[in-house]
């Protein structure tokens, strides 16, 4: 299905926000139809969950593969239970915490949820977005809202309005402009299906499938069960490991230049770099370098962009999806880049960053740093 639109720019004023100006865009989620909206993580291309047509637009004007399976948006935290069943009380409790927030809750799949929406799967990703515009439109249309992020399927996600017009004008009727995002990272994904058996009773054990903001060990103060899925915290690409979440598994984020990251001390990293980046120079490459505050100045190639103070994680995450398609747009061909702690929100800065790089990762002082 390839359809055209001459795409509409719906700006809101978060300063003077009045709920109302999202009818147009309520009223076209309610008839089917796709729009992009802001949430508190990232742009989402958002389509009437219960609606297969409305899924089928979603994969086509991504270009996504249809057996990748879309997160249901709610606006209310007893909409789980509609859209879920046998909800565990663990996802439950996570729900109680987090939401509303960049949390996303696997539960087993409610039959008005279809197989379009879930990819196939007999489970459903649930989340309840805590950014004001996405929850007023998802309560205004009236449906629950099935959301990927709103980018052309291997790139960077969109954190402006500006990017999803970039990935998708012409394909959908309606982006709504609601400023840049918060947080710049997509929802933790923390899958509540998983059940083990201890000294003979039944639990959950939740595994995360996809770090953010909400961080493992916030995730254990209420269950301490909780663990990462292997295929996260791999440092290599490991065929014997199989993502849990599909989506995982797809090539995504890489900006059009080679991208390699270096894992050292602070000064063998800079000095590798800049040996690298003469070579390339040398062999006519546009060299770029994805730095911080701390180091941008010892850098010695075409373009250098700090990602903010090293310490300061939430800005870094803030500026990463931004930065990797500036990458793109300045024309850079060979990209080098630091590597941050596997620890907290710098897992998921880290996890989107080897994605990124398609897990070219080298390390100068024979791994240390690992966890
Ligand atoms: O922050 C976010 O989560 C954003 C905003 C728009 O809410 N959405 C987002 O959606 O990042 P998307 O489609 O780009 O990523 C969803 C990921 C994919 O990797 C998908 O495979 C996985 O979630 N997923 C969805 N449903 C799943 C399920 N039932 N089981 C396992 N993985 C699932
Ligand atoms: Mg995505």
Redo the contacts with the bound molecule.
């Keep these: 299905m390839s359809e055209s639109y001459k795409t509409e720019l719906l700006k809101v004023d978060r300063g003077n926000f009045d709920p109302v100006c999202l009818l147009p865009a309520a009223k076209l989620l309610s008839e089917g139809e796709l729009v992009a909206f802001p ?1 508190e ?4 291309l958002g389509g009437n969950a219960e609606d297969t047509t409305a899924s089928a637009r979603i994969y086509a004007a991504k270009g996504r593969p249809s057996d ?4 249901v ?1 709610i606006s209310e935290k007893e909409e789980l239970l509609k859209v879920g069943r046998d909800v565990p009380e663990v996802a439950l409790k996570f729900a109680e915490k987090f939401w509303p927030g ?1 949390l ?1 809750i ?1 539960v087993k799949r409610a039959e008005i949820i279809p197989k379009t929406t ?2 196939g ?1 007999d ?3 649930v ?1 309840l ?1 805590s950014d004001e515009i996405a929850r007023s439109l998802i309560r205004l249309s009236g449906v629950y809202v099935a ?4 980018n052309k399927s291997g790139r960077p ?1 969109t954190t402006r309005a500006e990017h999803c017009m970039e990935d998708l004008d012409g394909k959908i009727p309606m982006v709504i402009d609601g400023g840049p995002v918060k947080i710049g990272l ?2 933790t ?1 923390v ?1 509540c299906t998983n059940e083990i058996s201890e000294n003979g009773v039944k639990k959950v054990k939740p595994m995360i ?2 770090p953010g903001y909400i961080t493992l060990e916030k995730l254990r103060e209420i269950e301490p069960a909780t663990e990462y899925d292997p295929a996260v915290i791999a440092r290599v690409k490991n065929e014997n490991i199989k993502a ?5 598994k797809y090539r995504h984020y890489a900006p059009k230049g080679e991208f390699v990251i270096y894992e050292g001390d602070s000064e063998q990293v800079i000095a590798k770099i800049n040996e690298e980046v003469a070579k390339m120079r040398a062999l006519g490459k546009k060299t770029a370098v994805l730095a911080t505050e701390e180091s941008k100045d010892f850098y010695d190639a075409d373009i250098v962009v700090s990602l903010g103070r090293r310490k300061d994680e939430e800005e870094i995450a803030t500026k990463l999806f931004d930065v990797l398609r500036g990458f793109d747009e300045m024309g850079a061909e060979a990209i080098f880049g630091e590597c941050f702690e596997f620890r907290g929100i710098g897992q998921a800065i880290m996890n989107r960053l080897l994605k990124a790089a398609g897990y070219n990762i080298v390390s100068l002082n024979g791994g240390k740093n690992e966890v």
């Excluded at 849990?244 to 995982?248: F, I, N, S, T």
């Design positions: 949430t993580t990232v742009y989402g990748n399976p879309l997160i948006h960049p996303t696997i879930t990819g799967l489970t459903v990703a989340r977005p959301a990927p992020s709103a996600s997509e929802s994904i899958d499938l996809r849990k979440a599909p989506g995982m």
